[in-house]
Nanobody, 127 residues
Framework: QVQLVESGGGLVQAGGSLRLSCAAS????????MGWFRQAPGKEREFVAA????????YYAGSVKGRFTISRDNAKNTVYLQMNTLKPEDTAVYVC????????????????????WGPGTQVTVSS
């Protein structure tokens, strides 16, 4: 089993920055990719970013590409999401996710790829 705990959310003004962290524990060797989804009020869950653990290859939603950066620290078993030039439309609950070997054939940007989900952290961007 893998446990995920997010931190770093909060309230920030438009144009500001936040860095989210996701600490993973448990059988993390079974995870091939980790990432972030978000869900804003009244909207569907949306893919944000993902990273392949071994290679470091990254994937981004078009709405955040160029502003957000996903990275990982192997020694700390932690994945980060650096969010710059934040916009009010970035307001959402951000959830950290991790996959498992049995789901690696599923597209990395889809919800069903991921077996493990964190509790989420709120990011609010004011105008």
């Amino acid at each position: 089993q893998v446990q995920l705990v997010e931190s770093g959310g909060g309230l920030v003004q438009a144009g500001g920055s936040l860095r989210l962290s996701c600490a993973a524990s448990g059988r993390t060797f079974s995870s091939y990719a980790m990432g972030w989804f978000r869900q804003a009020p009244g909207k569907e869950r949306e893919f944000v970013a993902a990273i392949r653990w071994s290679s470091g290859t990254t994937y981004y939603a078009g709405s955040v590409k160029g502003r957000f950066t996903i990275s990982r620290d192997n020694a700390k078993n932690t994945v980060y999401l650096q969010m710059n030039t934040l916009k009010p439309e970035d307001t959402a609950v951000y959830v950290c996710v991790a996959d498992s070997p049995r789901r690696t054939s599923v597209t990395i940007t889809t919800t069903r790829r991921y077996e493990y989900w964190g509790p989420g952290t709120q990011v609010t961007v004011s105008s």
